[in-house]
Structures are given as C-alpha cells and as structure tokens.
C-alpha cells in the first residue's frame, strides 16, 4: 500500500520558521520526483517547490523562493519542507507529491497534508 503522510505544520507568527516532513511509503522513493504543493479553501491547489528524483536539483515558486528550501532523504523516503520567514498568505494545508520519473509513467502519489496557520 503506498502512503505518503505529511507532518511537522502547526500555528506560528509572522516571520517564524516551521519545517514539514512527509515520508513515503509502499513505492520506489529514490525513483519519484518530490513536489509541495499547497491549498486554501476556494483556490486552486498552488506548487510550492520540487526536487528531482537523485541530486539537488529543485525549483520553486516565486512566492517562496529565497524562504523555502525543499530537501529529500532517499535513505529515509523523507521529504522536508524548510519555510523560514513566514507571512500570513503562507497559511495552508501543505501537500506532498510524488511523480515517477525512472521509468517515466507519471505514476502520481498525493498525501492527505498538514494544515500551516500563520497568525499573530
């Protein structure tokens, strides 16, 4: 059974700093490539970063990018999520995906997420 299971969001202020985890399970980890994505009710789900499956290769968003830093442990089947100076338009439920790229199938994974509230 695959499972991908986000954790690690909560309540921080304004210009505080939260790091997610999602760890899979059940699936070729090493052979997906790794997206966030987030989503507030009545929008449209919004991409946040990604990293390829072997290497540091990663692209963001540019609302996050220079805040953010998307990061993978293949050891471990982990995805993290470093967000550092957070604003209240940060404030979602955070999303983990996962795409199959060796072999190329398109193979698509989503985890339920983690809610991220930014607020004073």
């Known amino acids: 059974q695959v499972t991908l299971v986000e954790s690690g969001g909560g309540l921080v202020q304004p210009g505080g700093s939260l790091r997610l985890s999602c760890v899979g399970s059940?699936?070729?980890?090493?052979?997906?490539?790794m997206s966030w994505y987030r989503q507030t009710p009545g929008k449209e789900r919004e991409w946040v970063a990604s990293?390829?499956?072997?290497?540091?290769?990663?692209t963001y968003a540019g609302s996050v990018k220079g805040r953010f830093t998307i990061s993978r442990d293949n050891a471990k089947n982990m995805l993290y999520l470093q967000m550092n100076s957070l604003k209240p338009e940060d404030a979602a439920v955070y999303l983990c995906?996962?795409?199959?790229?060796?072999?190329?199938?398109?193979?698509?994974?989503w985890g339920q997420g983690t809610q991220v509230t930014v607020s004073s």
């Open positions: 059940g699936f070729a980890f090493r052979d997906y490539t």
């Open positions: 995906k996962a795409v199959q790229i060796r072999p190329y199938t398109g193979l698509t994974y």
């Open positions: 990293i390829i499956s072997i290497g540091s290769g990663t």
